[in-house]
C-alpha cells in the first residue's frame, strides 16, 4: 500500500514535466494518461485498505533522527486521496473536450500544455498533503498547492484572471503563517515534526497550535474572514473551478483540521468552541451571499464556502467527543466532492455549449440538453441532502452528532439549529434555480446549445453515479 500512496504522488509529478517536455498536441493523452495511472494508484489502495484495515506511519526523510516526511495511510487519508486522484482524472477527461476552440465561452487556441502540467502537479501536491504525516510536510504541500492554484486561475492571463490568482495566492500564503507558527511551535517544543507530536503538548500548548492551525485552515478552504478569494477565483476555466474550488484545494484545510484533531487525541474544547463559531459565522455569511448571484459559478462558489463550513462544524463537535460528528465531516468531505465536482461541471457543459452561465438565461436545460440538465439535478439534491442522494447521509450524521454534543452544550444545539435552517434554505433557493433553469421551454442561448462533446457527457454521467454511490464507499470504510 506504501507504493500505491508513493504512485499517487509520484505519477501525476512526472506526468506534469512531461506534459511539458514533450510535442503541444499530445499534453492532452498525456495528462488523461498520467492522471488515470494516479486514479489506479488511489485505487488499488483503497480496495487494498478496505481489505484488511492496516493503518500504519512509515517515515521516508529521516535527517539526524528527524523525520521531515513520512506517510500515514488510514482510512481518512485513503479517503481523501481517492478523490483528490479519482476527480482529478475525471477533470483531465473532461478537459480534452472543453479544453477547445469549439467552447463557446472561451475558445482554446493556446496553452493546454500548461494547464495539464499544472493541474498535475496539483495531483500530485495534493496527494502529498493527505498522506503527510509530518506538519513540515503538510507546510511543504500546502503552499505548493497554493502555486499551483495561482498559475491556474490565472490561466486566461488577462488581467482579471491575473488579480483573481494574486488575490487567491497572498490570502492563503497569509494564512498559512498560522501553520508556520504552528509547526515551529511544534518543533521547538517537541523535537519533532511529526503530526503525532501535537499530542505531547501541554494544554496551553494545544492551544496555541491549534490556533494557527485553524487559521491556516480558513484560509485555504474560504473560511471567513479569507473567503474573498474563492468567489473572484471563478474566471479560471471551469475543471479549474470544479477540481481546485469543490474537490481539492478547498478541502486542504478541512483535511488538514480533521488530519490534526484526529493525531492529537484530546484537544482542548475551547478549539472546539471557536471552530463551530466561526463555522456558523460562515455558514450565514455564504447562505446570505447566495441571492444577489445570477453566475453560476459564483453561487456554486458561495455554496462551497457554506459546505466546507458544516465539515469544520463537525470536526469541531468531535472535540467535544462525537466520534459520529467526525465521521460526519469525514463523509461530507467525500461526498461533497462529488456532488459540487458534478455541479461546476454542469456549469462549464454550459458555459460551452450555450456560452453563458447566467442562470437568468439558461432555461430548459433539460428538455434541449438532457445529460446537463439530469447533471443539474443531480448536483442540486445531493449538495441540499436529498435522499438517497449522497449529501443525505454525511449531512444526517453531523446532525446527529450535533444533537448528541448539544444535550450537554446548550451553545453547539443553538449551533446546530442554525445549521439545519441554512439546510432547509439551501435546499429552496436551489430548488428555485432548479425550476426556473432545467425546466420548461428552452431560452434563447439554450435553444442554440451546440452539441455536448463525448468527453464532457461521459464525466457528467460517472459524477452523477457516484452521487448515488459515494457514501456507501465511505461508510465501509468508516465502519
Not at 498533503?129 to 490565472?154: A, D, Y
Not at 469541531?316 to 461530507?332: E, L, P, Q, R
Request: hydrophobic share 55%.
Amino acid at each position: 500500500m506504501l507504493w500505491y500512496a508513493l504512485g499517487s504522488i509520484l505519477v501525476p509529478a512526472i506526468g506534469s514535466l512531461l506534459v511539458l517536455l514533450l510535442p503541444e498536441r499530445h499534453a492532452k493523452k498525456v495528462g488523461q494518461l498520467f492522471s488515470f495511472l494516479a486514479f489506479v494508484c488511489g485505487l488499488l489502495l483503497l480496495v487494498g485498505f478496505a481489505a484488511d484495515r492496516a493503518s500504519f506511519t512509515r517515515d521516508l526523510v529521516t535527517i539526524g533522527g528527524i523525520s521531515f516526511y513520512g506517510v500515514t495511510i488510514d482510512a481518512l487519508s485513503v479517503l481523501v486521496n481517492f478523490i483528490v486522484v479519482f476527480i482529478g482524472w475525471l477533470i483531465c477527461t473532461y478537459s480534452a473536450g472543453y479544453m477547445s476552440p469549439e467552447n463557446r465561452e472561451h475558445p482554446i487556441k493556446e496553452g493546454v500544455p500548461r494547464f495539464y502540467a499544472f493541474m498535475l502537479l496539483f495531483i500530485g501536491s495534493m496527494a502529498g498533503v493527505v498522506f503527510s504525516s509530518t506538519l513540515l510536510g503538510l507546510l511543504f504541500f500546502f503552499e505548493m498547492t497554493g502555486l499551483c492554484s495561482w498559475g491556474l486561475i490565472g490561466f486566461y492571463g488577462d488581467q482579471k484572471s491575473r488579480k483573481s490568482a494574486l488575490l487567491a495566492i497572498v490570502l492563503t500564503h497569509a494564512a498559512a503563517l498560522g501553520l508556520y507558527v504552528a509547526t515551529a511551535y511544534v518543533f521547538v517544543n517537541t523535537g519533532s515534526f511529526s503530526v503525532n507530536a501535537l499530542n505531547e503538548l501541554t494544554d496551553t500548548g494545544k492551544i496555541i497550535a491549534f490556533i494557527g492551525i485553524l487559521i491556516a485552515c480558513w484560509g485555504k478552504s474560504a473560511q471567513f474572514p479569507f473567503q474573498s478569494w474563492l468567489p473572484e477565483a471563478m474566471v479560471a476555466p471551469t475543471p479549474v473551478s470544479a477540481y481546485l474550488h469543490a474537490a481539492s484545494m478547498v478541502k486542504v484545510g478541512v483535511y488538514i483540521f480533521a488530519r490534526t484533531v484526529l493525531a492529537t487525541g484530546a484537544v482542548p474544547q475551547v478549539i472546539g468552541l471557536i471552530g463551530a463559531i466561526m463555522a456558523v459565522v460562515t455558514m450565514i455569511y455564504g447562505f446570505i451571499m447566495y441571492f444577489p448571484q445570477e453566475d453560476m459559478k459564483r453561487l456554486l462558489a458561495y455554496s462551497t464556502i457554506t459546505q466546507l463550513s458544516y465539515i469544520f462544524l463537525a470536526i469541531s463537535i468531535s472535540i467535544y467527543g462525537s466520534k459520529m460528528a467526525f465521521n460526519g465531516a469525514v463523509a461530507h468531505i467525500f461526498n461533497h466532492a462529488f456532488a459540487k465536482g458534478l455541479f461546476f461541471l454542469v456549469a462549464g457543459a454550459l458555459a460551452y455549449t450555450t456560452g453563458t452561465r447566467l442562470l437568468p438565461m439558461l432555461k430548459g436545460i433539460l428538455n434541449k440538453i438532457p445529460v446537463v440538465g439530469l447533471g443539474f439535478i443531480a448536483a442540486a439534491v445531493a449538495i441540499t441532502g436529498v435522499p438517497p442522494f449522497n449529501g443525505f447521509f454525511s449531512k444526517f450524521m453531523i446532525f446527529v452528532g450535533g444533537f448528541e454534543i448539544g444535550k450537554l452544550y446548550p451553545l453547539i444545539l443553538v449551533l446546530i439549529i442554525v445549521t439545519i435552517l441554512e439546510s432547509v434554505g439551501s435546499f429552496i433557493w436551489f430548488l428555485k434555480w432548479l425550476g426556473a433553469s432545467v425546466l420548461g421551454a428552452p431560452s434563447e442561448p439554450v435553444a442554440g446549445a451546440s452539441q455536448v462533446p463525448f468527453a464532457i457527457s461521459l464525466v457528467l454521467a460517472i459524477l452523477m453515479v457516484m452521487t448515488l454511490i459515494s457514501q456507501y464507499i465511505v461508510l465501509t470504510l468508516l465502519s
